[in-house]
Every structure is written in C-alpha cells, then in structure tokens.
C-alpha cells in the first residue's frame, strides 16, 4: 500500500469514528481529540485510550508534510475494532466513572492552577499600588513640610526686617537693616548707644570750656 493510500485510509477511518460520536454520542467540540474529550466518561478506558491513538495519528498525517505512519497495520486493526466497538456499545454514563473522575480532577487541577495565577497577579498588582501611593503621599508630605519650612524662613526674614525698622527709623541717622540676625541688631544698637555717649561728653566739655572762658 502506497503512502498516499494509507493517508486515504487515515482520514476515512477518522471521519467515520467522528461520526459516530457526534450522531450517537453527542460529542461536542472541534476535532477528534476535543470529541473523545466529552464523552470519555461514556467509555471504558481502553476504548478512550485507543480513540486517543487513532486521533493522534490523523492530526501527524494532516499537519506533517513528511509523516509517514511505521506499522499501519497495527493502525488499521484498532481504526476497525474501534468503529465496531462503537457502533455495538450500549451508551452506559457509569461505565467509565473512573475516567469521568480523571477529567474532573484535571479540570479542577487547571482551575485551581488559574486560580492561584490570578491570586498571585492581584497580589503584585496590589503591592505595586501601594508602593506607589506611598510614595505619592510622602512626596506630598516632604513638599507640605518644605512649604512650611519656607514660609517660617520667610516670616521671620520679614519680623527682623520690621524690627530693624522699628528700632532705628526714628533716630537722627536713619539706619536700614535688612535680613540681618538678632545678634548683630544688639551689637549696632550699643554702638548707636556708644556715639550718643560720646557726643553728650562733647557737649558737655564744650559747654565747661565756655564757662571757664568767661
């Protein structure tokens, strides 16, 4: 038998197994393998095993250019005792409870294994998140406390500057004083007190020079 007649043979027997599962077994989905898929837990598990076999060999023949299948009669033999077991199987939901268990535990395996993947997202997602508000928030907390920093700078700037105004506008030599420290305002004001000092004991030795003129 030629390559091309076992590919032939292949692609019969496979749509013949197909058939009968979507007319007898209602078998749902796309494809053999997505067909055995939902009714596996009607059969028993040899059967399943060799509908896998079957399925497995079209899709090689169909998707690989250069497929070439080792012991086609082996193939043959089960393709053929498979459509009869089929056709003469009486549709039973407790023949294969075992398999039925097997799919449950699989699909409960993949859902548990979603589920944790998503668990494990959120929780990043969630980390991420607080970081980043964090760090908003002691960004608004270092700039709050910087403006206030700022403004007592600024207000005390603005109280030493009305001081030196204060204490100096009215007296015969108008001093202005700016930003200058607590310290040296006292050390300018002995000084103006100093120069009062010494022009009062001028005015003092004028006066008794002109007395003793006299």
């Known amino acids: ?11 019969y027997f496979s749509r013949e197994i197909e058939t009968i599962l979507k007319d007898k077994f209602k078998a749902e989905g796309k494809g053999l393998h ?25 899709n090689k023949s169909m998707h690989e250019s250069s497929f070439k299948i080792n012991n086609f009669s082996r193939y043959k033999r089960v393709a053929e005792q498979s459509i009869y077991r089929l056709n003469n199987l009486t549709i039973n939901k407790k023949v294969n409870q075992s398999a039925y268990r097997r799919r449950n535990n699989r699909d409960n395996r993949s859902k548990s294994r979603n589920l944790l993947k998503n668990i494990v997202l959120l929780t990043l997602i969630t980390i991420m ?28 700037m603005e109280s030493k500057e009305k001081l030196s105004y204060t204490k100096y506008q009215n007296t015969d030599n108008i001093i ?12 300018i004001e002995k000084e103006i007190e100093l120069d009062k000092l010494e022009s009062q004991n001028k005015t003092e030795k004028r006066n008794i020079l002109i007395i003793t003129d006299k």
Not at 2 to 10: F, G
Not at 34 to 58: C, F, G, M
Not at 130 to 156: Q, R
Request: hydrophobic share 40%.
């Open 34 to 58: 997505t067909y055995i898929d939902s009714i596996e837990n009607k059969i028993e598990i040899q059967l399943v095993k060799d509908l896998r076999y079957i399925a497995t060999i079209r």
């Open 1 to 11: 038998m030629t390559n091309e007649e076992e590919l032939a043979k292949i692609i």
């Open 176 to 187: 202005e004083i700016k930003n200058v420290e607590i310290k040296e305002l006292i050390k």
């Open 129 to 156: 998140l607080f970081i980043y508000v964090s760090n908003n928030n002691i960004k608004s907390t270092f700039n709050n406390k910087f403006s206030e920093v700022k403004e007592y700078i600024n207000d005390s």
